[in-house]
């Protein structure tokens, strides 16, 4: 099933993907709904972020390539993590499916995407265990990890980075059901592939990490988790689109508008 | 003016606190309300947490004191900011006035408390003025910053050191009217104070916080900023109270127990 929150006729609300189509629901999908009669034309809609979470985890290094290249960036060795560890993004930073990504002016010509699978929390759960693990699991949605490359290495965390307003386009839709083993993401600029990697290639996957925070978080409905990137990124520059593409949930994309002051 | 998120009767509500009573209110302090008819004793309502905010925000090392006692332990040199920069905390380690702090099963026995003051943003600002900067400020509350010390060395983010369930208390409540410049922030534990110093003691303060973040962030209502701690905490045990006040804001007051397995 593939739940889109959107807009149309002055209107927001959730739906539900069929085809072409979204029919339109009542309540939402972490509590009651109830599917509506009304039916709207896809590509008529405004696509809205599918939501705001109330914990925003973000895995940091999670795939061997994109650690070799930080690595190579920084002039060290990689450190490949021996457990799973999280971070965090801010929700200021969130932006739907085809709304701009706006670069600060102060930016340096630095800015990469990180094309990432977005997990989507869908109920209260603690002190998980590798067989009930996946059950705390809604769905499935993209991200764009927006970074600013030279911040990242002057500030003390990674707030201007990767949290600056518009750095965390994500959607366009939660897909609820996947095949995992079968996923590939792939990222293009400007209708050009520039990275491709098995989603699920993760040195940490998502049942490790769910019993990990489980045991010091209790994860709630609409929380996400960002589980990282593989590859790297070519310097992006105003006016690129990007798309991250995955398989059996769609495309995010975002066009990069350097900000006019 | 001080408001209090409570509940009374088994419904939750804001108030407005005059003296020992508070006064229902319909609606919220960040858009329309009412002020209603309903009256209750303080001493009788559960105080609860008063808001999630949307990004949760708080500032690392802000005091001299603090980042010397950091710097020792870490045995390095104290290491003086030269520009404001934010990290943020985790909404789901966020709990209330009264209510427990659990320290995990698998924490040590380096349990520290750190008492903050905390900025509650009232509207959306960006691109703020040291001129305007307070305009978007509708109040303060206290916040503190448990933080297990081990966990803060080996893990690579904050993650567990810092927004483990129960670790961020906050409140009791919001006041809109205090003076900075006679502030004090004072720390108990079981009754005897442990630390003391000026609030405002702030090497970068609340205006140039707000200047700043504002030309990456758009603040948004609800929105908080934990402005850092003075000072080092002993290690606490289970069953230490521990009470931070702030001159003309109140108490904030939670108990701390061990996790049991």
Redesign the interface.
Known sequence: MRWLKFTAAGKTSWGIIEGEHVIAVEGDPFGEWRRGTQSHALKDVKIELPL?P??F?CV?LNYLKHLKEAADRAGTVPNV?DRP?????????LIAHDEDVVI?A?ATEKIHYEGELVVVIGKKA?HLTEANAMDCVFGYTIGNDVSERTWQKA???L??SK???TFKPMGPWIETSVDLERMETVIRVNGQETGRFRTNDMIFGIVPFLVELS??????PG?VIWMGTDGASPDLKSGDVVEIDITGIGTLRNRFVKEEV
Chains 1, 2 share one sequence.
């Not at 560890?85 to 930073?93: F, V």
């Not at 045991?215 to 709630?220: N, V």
């Open positions: 705001i109330r914990t985890y940091g993590p560890e999280i971070g965090y993004r801010a929700q200021n930073a600060p102060s603690k500030d003390r965390s707030w201007r949290n600056a307003d045991k010091y978080f209790a994860l709630s929380d």
